[in-house]
């Protein structure tokens, strides 16, 4: 499939060397050249930042062997790079995969070579050795197997592998629960701990009255606010990948909470430079310091996340109900509550039937 890039002007030169060049997006008398082609991994990164009237530091690529696993993940993130410039994939996708990466990469084999050094050509023993590698942190060897993986998928749809040697490798990774769900005395000790007015209440009540994850949490604003017949409505698209569109109404507790204090900015989260937080690892370290101000521990915003989901479905909340207020696309997702909660009402009722049998 060929794609298009609006404003690039390839140009061929009288010495038959084509010369690539971009027009500035609002500007199109003023063109930028770059040093590369569609054809190249990183053309997009360059195509992008012309069309803003920018140009790209080039740093040198660190040499790597041909067919080397390092070349292979290297122009495998190059090439998710520029899909996170185009919008078409998570920036969280990309940090967690180049980390995971550069670790795999650096481990040993057996015979004690670089695994980043040899032949990407590896058997499905080489993805358990990585894997093996990992020990106890069994999510990340899931981790660097999924990672693994897709840049074998990658490969194989350019000609650049035929076989993917992580296929039907199973995860070793067992659960146990996730995130704590907040109790309402977790709840509680952490209203008591951050007063009226403070920014750690109004994200408790932002978090909590919207279930939204902590990646949306440091980017909602007034900007998102919607009124609709009268009623406040919260509208954003979340930041996760394949997540469903939200719009729900603002809980008049969150909008009690929001309306508060006269201070506004690009977030309703703000830091105490009265700026929106530059990452969602920047917000979690926050709540982290918030969460142990409050005398409580291993408590996260994706445990407040859970406990409303818990909180909808006691409240007779239908699954796909569930599903709108928390951006769910699948329905088994939002079934985890209401299984549960379906249970606990059938037992109760089965319960109160025998209430006057006696032995």
Request: proline share 5%; aromatic share 6%; charged share 25%.
């Amino acid at each position: 499939m060929k794609v298009k890039f609006p404003g690039y002007v390839p140009e061929r030169m009288k010495s038959g060397e084509l010369r690539h060049r971009v027009r500035v997006e609002g500007n199109p008398r003023k063109r930028i050249r770059i040093p590369v082609g569609p054809d190249d991994p990183a053309f997009t990164e360059h195509y992008y930042a012309a069309r803003a009237g920018q140009t790209v530091e080039q740093t040198p690529l660190k040499p790597v062997a041909r067919h080397s696993l390092d070349e292979l993940v290297r122009d495998y993130l190059i090439w998710l790079d520029a899909q996170v410039q185009a919008g078409n994939a998570s920036s969280m996708t990309l940090k967690q995969r180049r980390s995971l990466f550069g670790k795999v990469c650096e481990m040993k084999d057996p015979e004690g070579e670089r695994m980043g050094d040899l032949h990407h050509d590896l058997p499905p023993a080489g993805i358990h050795h990585i894997i093996d590698q990992w020990g106890e942190a069994t999510a990340q060897a899931d981790n660097s197997r999924k990672a693994l993986s897709a840049a074998y998928k990658w490969a194989i749809t350019r000609g650049r592998a035929t076989r993917n040697p992580c296929a039907g490798i199973a995860r070793v990774h067992r659960s146990r629960g996730g995130a704590v769900p907040w109790s309402s005395s977790d709840v509680r000790a952490f209203l008591d701990a951050h007063p009226e007015g403070t920014t750690a209440r109004r994200w408790l009540f932002l978090a909590m009255f919207t279930a939204c994850r902590i990646s949306d949490a440091r980017t909602l604003g007034r900007q998102h606010e919607v009124i609709r017949d009268g009623v406040v409505f919260l509208d954003w698209q979340p930041q996760k990948k394949g997540s469903a569109f939200v719009s729900v109404p603002i809980a008049p507790q969150l909008l009690a909470e929001l309306r508060a204090t006269d201070t506004e900015g690009p977030a309703y989260i703000l830091s105490e430079h009265g700026r929106a937080y530059r990452s969602t690892a920047a917000l979690h370290e926050r709540v982290r310091r918030w969460v142990k101000a409050a005398g409580l521990e291993n408590r996260s915003q994706h445990g407040l996340r859970k406990a409303m989901g818990e909180i909808l479905a006691e409240a007779g909340a239908t699954q796909h109900q569930i599903m709108a207020v928390m951006a769910h696309t699948q329905p088994a997702t939002s079934a985890i509550y209401t299984h549960r909660a379906d249970r606990r009402r059938m037992a109760s009722a089965a319960m109160e039937a025998i209430k006057g049998f006696s032995l």
